[in-house]
């Protein structure tokens, strides 16, 4: 009887296997079938389900702006929360009105200084449309895609992804820093909200090695490109939801009224700091700015010496790479770069690990000159003091007014770029040195 039950059990684990064996085979089988069919290939990364996060929020507006405009903003804003906020606190000075961060991409004083230094505010261009005499023309647009907490790696993704054809500006003012190179809060360039979004919108084979270095950094991205199923796992969601909504919403449709809870915000307190509240998920209402806000100088040394603390020269070593590729990237698609170096408060440049800075500035420096960008060094300067910073590293609308005035007046001192905003010229022309490719 023992021989008997033990017989059994052995043909059981036989079958189990062998099914087990047949389905590993089905399984490869249909992924070859999938691989090789690209079935959801047409799928658009703007339909794709995503987080609500900074650079879901830029993006969704910066695609409409060009649609609806038919072209894409003049002038774009890059960097990092050194860069949105003091922007988005001046234009609230500027307009007089509460802003909402979540939603206000435009710095329309920056548009107001260009428009008063070199005349920029002539037709946008339309296609097919040519303006007639006297009639009622759109100001030059200026749109601050700068993201909290961004690295270069993701300024990089930004132009990549999205700067190009109809949605290519005419400039792009990148702020930096060398946080903007070094944070131990990032484990790698791929790590980032920014990347992980942007990356659906082009294949990035040739970034694998610069911004996931690791192999554990790297399953997600490798099992998505073998297993079919895995890697559009979004795309799959997109198709599901639409076609069951599709087809239930005539037979359901009290099944998609939109709730009244959709309605409610939740306002950031007049007096909270912007800067220590960014969360990775966010919606309207979460993030008002107040004009003329009067928000005490914090002292946020802390923070910082976390995120300078450790071994930078790996990660460092990968941005600057990223900031060449940025570069010979707006220079192959004719789009002119203005570096500038942000501004700082001495108790931030002390949090420094020990000549990283002075390493970053002039590799910023050689690179803007290499690639033919205009360097802007506004950390030199005495005209920054404590009273134009909230902490120690973002400064409040006043800075942000002087930083504005600082990189429209190296504007207005480049002839070609100036003379580009001015008449509005959709034609390449070549502001950057040829031959490099990255």
Same mark, same amino acid.
């Given at each position: 009887?023992?021989?008997?039950?033990?017989?059994?059990?052995?043909?059981?684990?036989?079958?189990?296997?062998?099914?087990?064996?047949?389905?590993?085979?089905?399984?490869?089988?249909?992924?070859?079938?999938?691989?090789?069919?690209?079935?959801?290939?047409?799928?658009?990364?703007?339909?794709?389900?995503?987080?609500?996060?900074?650079?879901?929020?830029?993006?969704?507006?910066?695609?409409?702006?060009?649609?609806?405009?038919?072209?894409?903003?003049?002038?774009?804003?890059?960097?990092?929360?050194?860069?949105?906020?003091?922007?988005?606190?001046?234009?609230?000075?500027?307009?007089?009105?509460?802003?909402?961060?979540?939603?206000?991409?435009?710095?329309?004083?920056?548009?107001?200084?260009?428009?008063?230094?070199?005349?920029?505010?002539?037709?946008?261009?339309?296609?097919?449309?040519?303006?007639?005499?006297?009639?009622?023309?759109?100001?030059?647009?200026?749109?601050?895609?700068?993201?909290?907490?961004?690295?270069?790696?993701?300024?990089?993704?930004?132009? *990549? !992804?999205? %700067?190009? /054809?109809?949605?290519?500006?005419?400039?792009?003012?990148?702020?930096?820093? #060398? &946080?903007? +190179?070094?944070?131990?809060?990032?484990?790698?360039?791929?790590?980032?909200?920014?990347?992980?979004?942007?990356?659906?919108?082009?294949?990035?084979?040739?970034?694998?090695?610069?911004?996931?270095?690791?192999?554990?950094?790297?399953?997600?991205?490798?099992?998505?490109?073998?297993?079919?199923?895995?890697?559009?796992?979004?795309?799959?969601?997109?198709?599901?939801?639409?076609?069951?909504?599709?087809?239930?919403?005539?037979?359901?449709?009290?099944?998609?009224?939109?709730?009244?809870?959709?309605?409610?915000?939740?306002?950031?307190?007049?007096?909270?700091?912007?800067?220590?509240?960014?969360?990775?998920?966010?919606?309207?209402?979460?993030?008002?700015?107040?004009?003329?806000?009067?928000?005490?100088?914090?002292?946020?040394?802390?923070?910082? *010496? !976390?995120? %300078?603390? /450790?071994?930078?020269?790996?990660?460092?070593?990968?941005?600057?790479?990223? #900031? &060449?590729? +940025?570069?010979?990237?707006?220079?192959?698609?004719?789009?002119?770069?203005?570096?500038?170096?942000?501004?700082?408060?001495?108790?931030?440049?002390?949090?420094?690990?020990?000549?990283?800075?002075?390493?970053?500035?002039?590799?910023?420096?050689?690179?803007?000159?290499?690639?033919?960008?205009?360097?802007?060094?506004?950390?030199?300067?005495?005209?920054?003091?404590?009273?134009?910073?909230?902490?120690?590293?973002?400064?409040?609308?006043?800075?942000?007014?002087?930083?504005?005035?600082?990189?429209?007046?190296?504007?207005?001192?480049?002839?070609?770029?100036?003379?580009?905003?001015?008449?509005?010229?959709?034609?390449?022309?070549?502001?950057?040195?040829?031959?490099?490719?990255?």
């Amino acid at each position: 009887m023992k021989e008997l039950i033990q017989t059994i059990k052995n043909c059981s684990q036989t079958l189990i296997s062998s099914r087990i064996f047949l389905g590993v085979v089905v399984l490869l089988f249909v992924n070859l079938i999938l691989l090789a069919w690209q079935p959801l290939a047409k799928i658009s990364p703007e339909r794709l389900p995503s987080t609500h996060t900074w650079v879901w929020w830029g993006t969704q507006e910066y695609l409409q702006e060009c649609q609806k405009e038919s072209s894409a903003p003049d002038v774009v804003l890059l960097g990092s929360s050194l860069v949105m906020i003091p922007v988005c606190l001046q234009d609230a000075n500027f307009l007089k009105s509460d802003l909402d961060a979540t939603n206000h991409h435009r710095s329309n004083y920056m548009e107001h200084a260009l428009k008063q230094s070199v005349g920029a505010g002539l037709p946008r261009p339309h296609r097919g449309h040519v303006p007639a005499e006297g009639e009622e023309t759109s100001p030059l647009q200026c749109f601050n895609f700068a993201l909290p907490g961004g690295m270069i790696s993701d300024d990089y993704m930004v132009a *990549r !992804a999205l %700067f190009n /054809g109809d949605r290519k500006p005419k400039a792009i003012v990148l702020g930096l820093t #060398l &946080r903007d +190179f070094i944070d131990s809060h990032m484990q790698c360039p791929a790590s980032t909200d920014t990347f992980r979004y942007l990356q659906r919108f082009d294949n990035i084979d040739d970034l694998v090695d610069l911004s996931m270095p690791q192999v554990w950094q790297r399953f997600d991205y490798l099992a998505g490109k073998g297993l079919y199923l895995w890697g559009k796992k979004l795309d799959l969601q997109a198709v599901l939801a639409e076609n069951t909504k599709t087809t239930l919403s005539p037979y359901f449709s009290q099944l998609y009224r939109e709730s009244a809870l959709n309605h409610l915000a939740t306002v950031a307190p007049t007096g909270s700091g912007l800067a220590g509240q960014l969360k990775p998920e966010i919606e309207p209402g979460m993030f008002i700015v107040h004009p003329n806000d009067s928000h005490p100088y914090e002292d946020n040394s802390s923070e910082y *010496r !976390a995120r %300078f603390r /450790g071994n930078h020269h790996d990660m460092f070593n990968r941005q600057l790479v990223f #900031l &060449r590729k +940025f570069l010979a990237l707006a220079a192959s698609r004719h789009i002119p770069v203005v570096l500038v170096n942000m501004p700082l408060r001495p108790e931030n440049m002390q949090l420094m690990p020990p000549l990283f800075y002075e390493r970053y500035l002039q590799s910023a420096k050689v690179a803007a000159h290499e690639f033919g960008s205009t360097f802007v060094d506004l950390n030199s300067t005495t005209e920054f003091n404590k009273s134009d910073f909230r902490d120690t590293a973002h400064m409040n609308g006043n800075g942000g007014k002087k930083l504005i005035d600082k990189v429209v007046a190296a504007i207005a001192q480049n002839r070609d770029l100036a003379q580009r905003l001015e008449s509005r010229d959709t034609k390449p022309t070549q502001f950057a040195t040829t031959g490099h490719s990255l």
